[in-house]
């Protein structure tokens, strides 16, 4: 339980100077609540970034994929010619040795090779215009690819460009906001800073409006005479359950 539960802050005559306290714990929370969204902000902003570049990183290497699909098909393409080539050498130096031949069985056989060697060749052939046809799609897909790429690329570049605008910002922001606390804190008596700092560990904020009758912070119901000494910010009020320093706004009602 809150060790300070029931106690209120009477000043007597230092109505102005107690104003100012609710009013600058007010001011306190609003710059804490805001540097904890920048300093958020700044630590997300980076990771967007990354995970942009590692989109466009996985569209590149698609890209670069498809480059060696075709390396590929075209080695293949070279290999097969290169096996055509060497059996057309043979075919050449089988006919040379038919006119050497003296018996019919021995030219026939060898004229059987060299028929052989036409149907490899014929094979291979067909080999290599499947290759130009998977080089022929993987070409088609490339140039999708590509332009898909380029269309990121620029997306990417213009997004990167703008979170880094914002980020630019919002650090500046955030300096200046961290600044304007360090200059606030000194104007706020050490005791309601400590109890300021106790309640944010504690709650993960130390002032709450009263919305509709109720603590903002903690919800609970926050008496009628609680809330109508708020409401007249002659004394300090905290709430009973979570200890939170209240406030009345204008825009509030019971
Ligand atoms: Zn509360």
Redesign the pocket.
Known sequence: MYRERYTLFFVGGRINELENVIDRLIELHKLDMDIARLRKQCCEIPAQIKLLDGELSRAGQKVAGKQVEIRENEKKIRSREQAIEGHREQQGKYRVQLFKLKSNREYQALNNEILLLNDKISEIETDILEYFERIDAARKDLNRLEMELRELERKIVEKQKVLKEQYRGEEKLLVQKEAERKELIKAIDAEYLERYQRLVRKHGSAV?EIVSG???????R?RPQLAALARSNDVLVN??????F?YWSDVSES
Not at 214 to 220: D, I, K, L, N, T
Not at 239 to 244: A, I, L, T
């Open positions: 709450a109720s603590c903002g912070g903690c919800y609970v926050i709430c009973e359950k979570c200890g939170r209240l």
